[in-house]
């Protein structure tokens, strides 16, 4: 599977730079995605080496839109801790 259809792109909240000081990088990728595969996806677009992978879903949110309840969709993040010394670079 190619990486770049694989993570859809990268989270940057207060949160996620927070963990970004302590080596961890937060992404949202498909909900087909493996453990594996984003450790590979990440060393392909990154050049890094990843030492652990932690996916976590987000349930769909019920919501609004002008008088109508809709579902908001499912989500995926993964939490890639990388090799000691290694950071990504924006």
């Known amino acids: 599977?190619?990486?770049?259809?694989?993570?859809?792109?990268?989270?940057?909240?207060?949160?996620?730079?927070?963990?970004?000081?302590?080596g961890k990088y937060v992404f949202l990728v498909k909900d087909s995605a493996t453990k594996s595969e984003i450790k590979k996806a990440v060393k392909e677009l990154y050049k890094v080496d990843a030492t652990a992978v932690t996916t976590i879903r987000q349930k769909p949110r019920r919501t609004r839109y002008r008088g109508r309840v809709t579902m908001k969709q499912q989500d995926k993040k993964a939490i890639v801790t990388l090799k000691e010394g290694q950071k990504i670079e924006d």
């Open 1 to 22: 599977m190619a990486a770049i259809p694989l993570i859809k792109r990268r989270i940057i909240t207060e949160k996620a730079t927070l963990l970004a000081g302590l």
